[in-house]
Structures are given as structure tokens and as C-alpha cells.
């Protein structure tokens, strides 16, 4: 969480001419409030459910851009589905470079609330082994998010050039 999937995938899907979908923002639109209050009033279980919900939904439409919360892939069911269904794209921070953000993200990352820098980092590293499951990594570190968009817009062009089955 934090690493700047919904700001750089907005933006990436304006490269590439295609439609954007937040997971988050979809769940938050179903349950018609924001996701701290959805951990509160509902439960984390309810969260996850409806995020596996709309990941089977919309991972298998075409032509999407989609940002899924940090924690989907903790799900096997999400990582199965989004892996057959898309082209994955993992965005690796360091520990040093999330350390920065944490202030911007606690109020609205109900996971991160009341952890402390310790606590904070376990669930970070933890978390990395289960982000190996995707198609292509890209670390985030040293890029402004309109540079991310760039690179990433370039690199998946060019792939889709090399890979395009030819006439
Ligand atoms: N490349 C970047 N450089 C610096 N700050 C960024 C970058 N990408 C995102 N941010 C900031 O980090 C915070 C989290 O970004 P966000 O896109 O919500 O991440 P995620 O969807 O992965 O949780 C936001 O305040 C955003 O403005
Ligand atoms: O990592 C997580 O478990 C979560 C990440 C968040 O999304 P971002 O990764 O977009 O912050 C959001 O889905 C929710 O707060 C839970
Ligand atoms: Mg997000």
C-alpha cells in the first residue's frame, strides 16, 4: 500500500487510451463509504470478500487498467485470477523509500492504524514474498509518478511490439 498504484495506473491508463478501475474506490462505491469505515462497520472479512468479488469481475474484461489494494494478493483465488486474466505489474519499494510515505497513509490505510514502525515493517516484508506472484516488477523508488507512467507506458508498447503476432 502506498507504493502509488491508483495515482500511477490513473495515469497509465491515459497513455495507453484505456478505461481505469481503483478495486478500492469500487468497493468503497459499493458499501457507499470509505474503507476505514468498511473495516469498522463491516469487518475486514467483509472488505475482502466483496474485493475478491470485484476482481473476478473486472479482471476479466478487456482493455482495463485496474489498481488492486495492496493486500488482494494475499487472496490465492485474486492472484490466480489476476494472473490468467492480465498482465501483472508488481510496483516494488524499498523499505527506506515507504518509511517516507507512512505519514500520508495511515488515516486512510486501516491495516497501518495504531502499528508501530516495527510492526509496520514486518508487515512489509512479510508482504514481499507473496508480491513475486506477477508478470513484470518495476521499482518504484526514483520515479515522479508521471515518469512512472511514461516508463511503464513505454515498456508494455514496446512489449506488445515484439510479442504482436506476426502477419
Ligand atoms: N511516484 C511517486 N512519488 C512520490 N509520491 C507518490 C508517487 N506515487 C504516489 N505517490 C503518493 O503516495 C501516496 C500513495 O499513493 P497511491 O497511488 O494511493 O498508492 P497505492 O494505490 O499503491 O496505495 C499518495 O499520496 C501519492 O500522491
Ligand atoms: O494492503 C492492504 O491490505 C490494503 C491496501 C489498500 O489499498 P492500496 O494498496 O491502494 O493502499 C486498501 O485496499 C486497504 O486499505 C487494504
Ligand atoms: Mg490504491
Not at 15 to 43: Q, S, W
Amino acid at each position: 500500500m502506498g507504493a502509488g498504484k491508483t495515482t500511477v495506473g490513473k495515469l497509465l491508463a491515459r497513455r495507453l487510451y484505456r478505461d481505469f478501475i481503483d478495486i478500492d474506490e469500487e468497493i468503497e462505491k459499493a458499501f457507499g463509504m470509505p474503507i476505514p469505515e468498511i473495516f469498522n462497520v463491516y469487518g475486514e472479512q467483509a472488505f475482502r470478500d466483496k474485493e475478491r468479488e470485484l476482481i473476478k469481475a473486472f479482471g476479466s474484461q478487456p482493455l482495463l487498467v485496474i489498481s488492486v489494494g495492496g493486500g488482494a494478493f494475499l487472496q490465492e483465488e485474486n492472484r490466480r485470477n489476476c494472473l490468467a486474466n492480465c498482465t501483472v505489474l508488481y510496483f516494488d519499494i524499498s523499505w527506506d523509500s515507504w518509511k517516507e510515505r507512512i505519514h500520508i497513509l495511515t488515516e486512510t490505510r486501516p491495516l497501518l492504524k495504531d502499528k508501530t514502525l516495527q510492526e509496520m515493517e514486518q508487515l512489509f516484508r512479510e508482504r514481499q514474498s507473496i508480491y513475486a506472484a506477477n508478470h513484470s516488477e518495476f521499482r518504484v523508488d526514483n520515479f515522479e509518478a508521471m515518469d512512472a507512467a511514461d516508463y511503464l507506458a513505454d515498456s508494455l508498447k514496446m512489449s506488445w511490439d515484439i510479442h504482436a503476432p506476426q502477419p
